[in-house]
């Protein structure tokens, strides 16, 4: 079973950062809270911090774990890691694996297209009132 991150970044108006997979990835056009795969004496904050700074160019810090979820998708098993994270600063991003990315409530998210192990991940967070103290 593979591990992943999934960052949950919020901004000033209570919205989250999905991003959107682009055409060349796997689950393409699907929306996701943006991380990835863990490498080898990786932990999940340094994952985090490493996989968003590759992905969206953005320097970020890494708080608590929100919760976590397991998805078999048709290509494997993954265990996926929701971490809260803060912006270090006003950043710019830059995609450069995703084809777009929005701010968007959670009570929105029905109306996207994201990752049933995401699903998953908001269920847990939502049914714990996880989101309340962040």
Known sequence: MKQVTAM????????YL???RASSESMAGWWEFPGGKL????SASQCLTR???EEL????NVGREMARSFYTYEHGAFEIIGLLATDTEAQEITLTVHDKA???????LAQIKLLPADVL??????NSKG????
């Open 8 to 15: 949950f970044l919020r901004n000033s108006k209570d919205e």
């Open 18 to 20: 999905v991003t959107r």
């Open 39 to 42: 490498e080898a004496g990786e």
């Open 51 to 53: 996989e968003i700074k």
């Open 57 to 60: 160019n953005l320097e970020i």
């Open 102 to 108: 929005r701010w968007i409530k959670l009570e929105d």
């Open 121 to 126: 991940l908001v269920d847990q967070i939502l």
């Open 131 to 134: 989101f309340c103290d962040v």
